[in-house]
């Protein structure tokens, strides 16, 4: 199957279109929730919650002998709060560093998990086969009433995030002054992390523990390339994460041996690698082209200023001057005198240049926008 | 609010107390950054806090919003716990503790002074905006009121966290150095906002690093180093002696010179 065959399949194929539906809209929930953690720089934190989560799966099958996935899921969903909620206690009650708690918890449960997945492993029912799916996910085993435990999430997701969108963004500019006007910042800490914890649960089917935090972080820091405002990031990181989505189950189905997982996450660092360049106001392309722009127009400007000042000297600011005089003055160009030309600033006849009427009245102003720029 | 306005010409003897600190002991790690602090604030003063990097002055800022909780000691604000008189406290934090780079612009930031008074849910609404704007005027911003706050320079930042905190219409004012990283005109133009706040009979208390201006900009100062060292009149203790006391070197040539 190619691609093409795979967007005319996607609306009439039952198992394509859930499978579509179940990343696109996991990709939008991370993106969403993903921009509060980029903003508040806990960029580890996705990693811990999903590597904390895995014990859970491991313990919740020992102890109920189902593979279902609900149930596989809600155990994850305890231990990664669990986790989540003692790197807070460790972060408030000792003085390390929230890296260090993060760090600390991840292996701590990963570890713990990958024992108990390789305990059963080795258990002689045969049912054990696939939990490992968990690892690096599995899209293919999606059904649809998984897609809709996802919609309902993210609708609820939705609803708290416009409900709470005020207290939220004043939490994460600055959380401090939060407090001191009166709003419960632990709550609405724990509100944005259970959240958090939720949005990659609820992938784990999907992208797996290992590639989970990747979801999280890539559709933010690629919006947040993008625009200004909060709630434009937001909506940005949302809609690059159900691209992702589409696009990486729209690879992987139509190169048969691709799992999808990382190539959804190899489609959202698409996204962040072509932010990060293209960009207008914060790529790295624009920037080096601003860069060269602003030296440029500062050659013209430092050299019509000096003409500015020989031509001050006569009555008749047009007053022809040879062009000689400009060599004395280092930066001047063949090239910046050209350009001024063409602008209609000066105007040159055979080797003597004068200043036009514009040109004089451009770099007066000079000065004072210069004067107004340093304010 | 109105009833607590007050005469500058009041005496200051006969003023009510509009901060009061008793016993405070803060620590973030074992050792207290803050000890045994005893501080009383008459209303209406513009008093300075003065001390050496690390003495605490955050800290005991921090403390009386309760965004730190003290190990020992306890806080009131005309009389009552912080709690139920925050309506009656604006914080302008240190201008470095926040992400200048967060996706938001300058009146979205001033708007943020109302979020208090607004209470949880409830949005912004034309009445927000129209004092966020006033606020923005008075700091002579409003020009900027769309930019991006990145794009500001220092100074505006701080004009910016100052007009958030002229937003909440405040009786006490607590300032972490409004001064840092700003030019000469931000300087004067702030120091006439905090001037004028006095004039109408409210508190201003001033994290402040210039030991040069003290006594042009302030009528009171509290020395901290850990300890509280003076407080009081700046023409009657701020001298040598205290400063020598405060930052453990000798100040016999300071200020008048
Ligand atoms: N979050 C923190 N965790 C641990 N120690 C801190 C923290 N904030 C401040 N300190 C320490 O507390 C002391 C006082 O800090 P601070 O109140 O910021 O001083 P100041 O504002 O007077 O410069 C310093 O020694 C500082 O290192
Ligand atoms: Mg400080």
Redesign the interface.
Known sequence: MDIQEYFSLVFSDYTLRTITLGTAILGAVTGMLGSFAV?R?QSLLGDAISHAALPGIAIAFLITGSKDTNTLLIGALISGLIGTFWIRGIVTKT?LKSDTALGLILSLFFGFGMLLLTFIQKQPNANQAGLDKYLFGQAATLVEKDVWLMAIITGLCLFVLL?????F??F???A????????NTNFIDILITSFIVLAIVLGLQTVGVVLMSAMLLAPAAAA?QW????S??VFLAAIFGAFSGVFGTAISASQNNLSTGPVIVIVASVFVVISFIFSPSRGLLFRQIRFIANRRDLEQQKTLAFMYHIAETHDNISHPHTIKILNNFQGYTRKTLQKLVDKGYVTLDGTMWSLTEKGFETAANLYNQQALKDE | MSEIKIQEKTPVSERKMAVQVDDLTVA??YKPVLWDIDLEIPEGVLMAIVGPNGAGKSTLI?AI???LKPIAGSVTIYGKPY?EQ?KL?A?V?QKG???WD????AL??VM?GT??S???????GLKEKKSSLEALEKVGMLAFKNR?I?QLSGGQQQRIFLARALVQDASIYFMDEPFQGVDATTEIAIINILKELRKAGKTVIVVHHDLQTVPEYFDWVTFLNVKKIATGPVKDIFNDDNLTKTYGINYKVSIQE
């Not at chain 1, 625009?227 to 909060?230: C, F, R, V």
């Open positions: 903003l720089k003085h409900f709470f969108w005020k207290e963004k004043l994460l500019f600055d401090d002054y939060a407090k001191t006007l009166g709003f947040r625009t200004n405002s909060l434009k990031m | 973030y790690n921090k919003l309760g965004i709690d925050r406290v914080y934090p503790s926040v992400d967060f996706p938001t612009t979205d930031v943020m979020y208090g607004l209470g949880w849910i409830k949005r912004p991006q990145s």
